[in-house]
């Protein structure tokens, strides 16, 4: 669903598997699109961008800032960019329930956000949609729709 904004959610298994088992540490990326849908804005950029990413309450997110997250520096590149430029949030939030970002200005473009996750605990569990939106203009936003993810015990 959008209006204005897309939004595309994928988790990849870091250890090159399809299927995910507790203990694995996962990849979750949003792609984000974001445009005027109706060309009004005099200029091409949004003030106060809030994206949400709750996470199935088998996963929980990692911080990859801390060290005792356990994770290498090539695994931990969390980042916010567009086509190729860098840049980072003003501010984010890990919760045990997902990740929230904020943004004080992004311009119109293609942009990707990733960041870590481990899984904790096995069964099948619902996900439930993420959003991006303007937090003081929400008529313009992006929603994934949600899904079934399903977590096998560990092999160890």
């Not at 792609?31 to 809030?50: C, H, M, N, V």
């Not at 501010?91 to 990733?114: C, H, I, M, P, Q």
């Not at 605990?121 to 996900?127: A, V």
Request: net charge negative; no cysteine; hydrophobic share 35%.
């Amino acid at each position: 669903m959008s209006r204005g904004f897309s939004l595309n959610k994928s988790i990849e298994n870091l250890n090159g598997s399809k299927e995910i088992r507790v203990g694995d540490v996962l990849r979750i990326t949003l792609e984000i699109g974001l445009f005027d849908p109706d060309k009004t804005r005099q200029q091409d950029s949004y003030q106060y961008l809030a994206l949400e990413d709750r996470v199935p309450a088998g996963i929980v997110p990692m911080n990859a800032d801390l060290k005792t997250e356990g994770v290498t520096e090539e695994q931990s590149s969390s980042s916010f960019s567009a086509e190729g430029n860098q840049f980072f949030p003003n501010y984010t939030e890990f919760r045990d329930n997902g990740v929230r970002v904020f943004k004080d200005t992004a311009w119109n473009g293609l942009y990707r956000y990733s960041y870590l996750a481990r899984a904790v605990m096995e069964g099948e569990f619902w996900m439930v949609g993420s959003r991006i939106s303007l937090m003081y203009d929400p008529e313009l936003y992006g929603r994934t729709q949600g899904s079934v993810v399903k977590i096998l015990p560990s092999t160890y």
